[in-house]
């Protein structure tokens, strides 16, 4: 069904060599990408499935064929959390193949995606931006004008639901350990999450401390780059002045907080700045001292395992390896982890409806959990998570309170 094959021998490439591309003929019909895919949970029908978007990129990549309104459509509604590609027996680079066709279909941005897209790439813009929010937000109007349907009308509701209380002040660019000094460490905080995930990142920086690490943040890092990479944008201009910024500090290692963001930051074609790349949560694990002790805390978590840490990190066993270190605490796994929870980056304001419908079955999974909370590792699943009868934590955090 898949003919990625069907070149000219002079041809050039498609797409880069280091990764492979299989044919119609080593797909195993093992169904596991199918049942692995939230979209096929949600519509079971063969359009969405892995199978059949392969079909369009192919398409689009290698045919230079058109595509119809209908397979776009099918192919847009991907929520790119990749669970087919850690599955397939075949070693299906989809993450790449996805991309690829995004950027060259080079589908027209309307007003408020070019906003959004221009607030993320200019760190001063959102700066400006935030004690406006704030204020909003404290206002008491949010309630009224959320009645009167015009965010609807402006194709701004969705986001309007997400709003929290910003950071207004940066973070310091320095915060030097505790007692002995093991090591300098760089932080990578992303660029929403710098304003509306503060907790973690505060979070993150004591935990480095009390570990006798010093912590660097730079005020000239920029965002990772993956909303414009999934979304058919260039981010060059994001991932090089990233690759500057932090080839050039000293440090022994550079961190990351979110997932979604560290799942991006692997991909770098960097050699220096990849061997200094690690996500929190195994470096923590690898560099906790023997004499810290956290207070006892006998309630039951769940742990939330985000796609991008799932099935790109690979490194969900950490998560739980650290929360052990918190005396009489249960941790256990969530049902269906392997099921995405319909965040998907920029997806729950592109597809509100399908990240919903996805929400609301992994809602229920943790309902049926009887948990005290759960835990998530991405900023991104923790907010589309949380509700009135779903608390959703980064671990970090819980880790944090539990310090004596």
């Not at 907790?199 to 004591?206: C, F, G, H, M």
């Not at 819980?398 to 004596?404: G, N, S, V």
Request: with cysteine.
């Amino acid at each position: 069904m898949f003919d990625f094959m069907d070149l000219e021998f002079n041809d050039p490439p498609p797409f880069s060599s280091d990764f492979y591309i299989p044919d119609a003929g080593e797909c195993m019909r093992c169904g596991q990408c199918i049942s692995g895919c939230p979209t096929f949970r949600l519509f079971q029908i063969h359009e969405e499935t892995p199978r059949s978007r392969l079909r369009t990129i192919s398409k689009i990549l290698v045919e230079n064929l058109p595509v119809s309104a209908e397979e776009l459509q099918h192919l847009n509604n991907c929520v790119q959390c990749r669970a087919c590609e850690a599955i397939c027996p075949s070693k299906m680079a989809y993450g790449q193949l996805f991309d690829a066709a995004q950027t060259k279909l080079q589908t027209p941005l309307n007003s408020l995606a070019k906003m959004a897209f221009y607030l993320i790439e200019n760190k001063k813009s959102r700066a400006w931006l935030m004690p406006f929010l704030n204020v909003y937000l404290k206002s008491g109007l949010r309630k009224p004008l959320q009645k009167t349907r015009l965010l609807e009308k402006l194709n701004l509701a969705n986001a309007e639901n997400l709003l929290a209380l910003p950071a207004l002040k940066p973070l310091q660019e320095n915060y030097l350990a505790q007692g002995t000094t093991f090591g300098n460490v760089a932080l990578f905080t992303g660029c929403i999450a710098e304003h509306f995930d503060r907790e973690t990142l505060l979070a993150a920086i004591k935990l480095l401390n009390v570990n006798g690490f010093n912590v660097q943040v730079p005020a000239q890092q920029s965002c990772c780059g993956a909303i414009h990479q999934h979304n058919g944008q260039t981010a060059t201009a994001l991932i090089e002045n990233n690759l500057a910024v932090f080839n050039s500090l000293k440090v022994d290692a550079v961190i990351h907080v979110a997932t979604g963001c560290g799942a991006m930051l692997n991909e770098y074609e960097n050699a220096d700045f990849k061997k200094r790349l690690f996500d929190i949560n195994d470096f923590l694990l690898a560099n906790w001292s023997e004499t810290l002790k956290l207070k006892s805390y006998p309630l039951t978590v769940a742990v939330h395992e985000p796609c991008s840490q799932r099935h790109v990190l690979k490194n969900s066993q950490s998560v739980h390896a650290l929360l052990q270190k918190i005396p009489d605490l249960k941790v256990v796994e969530l049902a269906d982890n392997q099921i995405c929870c319909g965040s998907g980056g920029s997806y729950i304001l592109t597809h509100p409806e399908n990240a919903a419908q996805l929400r609301n079955l992994k809602q229920q999974i943790i309902h049926d959990a009887k948990v005290d909370l759960v835990v998530s590792s991405n900023f991104g699943c923790a907010l589309h998570l949380n509700s009135n009868d779903v608390t959703v934590l980064h671990p970090l955090i819980l880790l944090a309170r539990q310090l004596k």
